[in-house]
């Protein structure tokens, strides 16, 4: 998974009327920097949707870190409230400000809280643009605290511009700041000299300035000079987000990355919805064609039920009622069925009676088609039941032991039966 990194600069940059050049650096999962170099940010398209990820480290000078003393709330009303907490120390509108909380860190009681504020429609424009270009996933964070820092030290970042030097500063976990100078290096040492304080000051700037502020640092006090490399920002990066420092885009809600997101899946959707469309479709087309089949079909039936039976008024079910019809019919001729009780009771009989086998019934009894035998205690074994079913076969009937000493015959030799009456008898 590759990682963007983009350092944009500060806005007095961009208000030279040209599109500022941005340092990038394209990381792959190991931290190891794959492509590196300065380019407009809207020249970064082919790049930016290759990576899975882009981390916009916004300038200093554009990000200010407020430390705001907070009432005890829970996180989501805490967010709902930081307007109101931070209108006194910002100059405008909060509600034309991003604001993001950054996270609580183990040195902070709760009491106050650093909240970073940025203009809003000048991020949202960044953010857009990474957006057109293909960005999966965006982060903005605060460039001042995306530096290394030495535990008790302060640390800092110089960057050559076209209108100055631009200077990052970090003294604390969550405490940096940043502004733009005159080209002037003595004095843009001894500022930010000033401002660390105390602490030793570590200063990380490109190697061509090293040998123009190197005699400048060995006069001033606790300041050493090292080479900035892409490894420091990534690492401090990767160290800092949602840990101490917060993300500035995921504050944006829908126009930040979350709206590529949602724009990835759009077509998908639309094919997704258009296929359930001609599904829906297909089914209620085939359902209204059986349904007209079905009451052709059942039509018909009731018109050859109406032409063998005319005096019959009252047609609910015709194929049942033709059965019934015709079953009787046959009762009354004096024609048996296969499967009714004098039938399968009598074919049982002849057979139990050439087996030899006759005091052996405890009771019978004729439900679903099928006859059922209970059977006397240690009346019948194993070779009875075996000729009785040979006997029985031959007739068009089988017989299975369904319990212990319960027989069941019936016809067609199937497990279950499924008929059009349940007459019934008992012996």
Known sequence: MTTLYIRYPARAAADAGT???????MVGDGGNVMQQGASALGNLADLVASARRVVLLLAAADVTLLHVPVPPLSSARLKAALPALVEDQVLGDPADCVLALAPLTSTQDGSTRTVAVVQRSWLEVLVKTLVAQGAQSISALPAQLCLPLAPGGASAALTQTDSG????????????L?????????????????????????????????????????????????????????????????????????SLGATGAQSRAWQRWRWPLRLALLAVAVNLAGLNIEWLRMKGEAREMRESMVQIFRAAYPKETVILDPAAQMRKNIAAAKAGSGDVGADEFTAI????????????????????????RSLVIKLKPNSADAATLQQLQGALSARGLALAETAPGVWQIKTGGKSGGNSSGNGGGKA
């Open 19 to 25: 599109a500022p050049a941005c340092h990038f650096a």
């Open 178 to 250: 940043g502004l733009t100078v005159g080209p002037q290096p003595e004095a843009a040492l001894h500022m930010l000299r000033a401002l660390a304080g105390d602490a030793p000051l570590t200063v990380y700037l490109p190697a061509a300035l090293l040998p123009q502020f190197q005699p400048l640092a060995e006069s001033a006090s606790h300041v050493a000079l090292e080479s900035e490399h892409w490894a420091h920002w990534v690492s401090a990066a990767k160290s800092a987000k949602g840990v101490v420092a917060p993300d500035l885009a995921a």
């Open 165 to 176: 030097l631009e200077l990052t500063l970090r003294k604390g976990p969550q405490d940096g």
């Open 345 to 368: 009771s009598a074919a049982f009989g002849e057979a139990l009676t050439a087996s030899g086998k006759r005091d052996v019934v405890a009771s019978m009894e004729f439900r679903e």
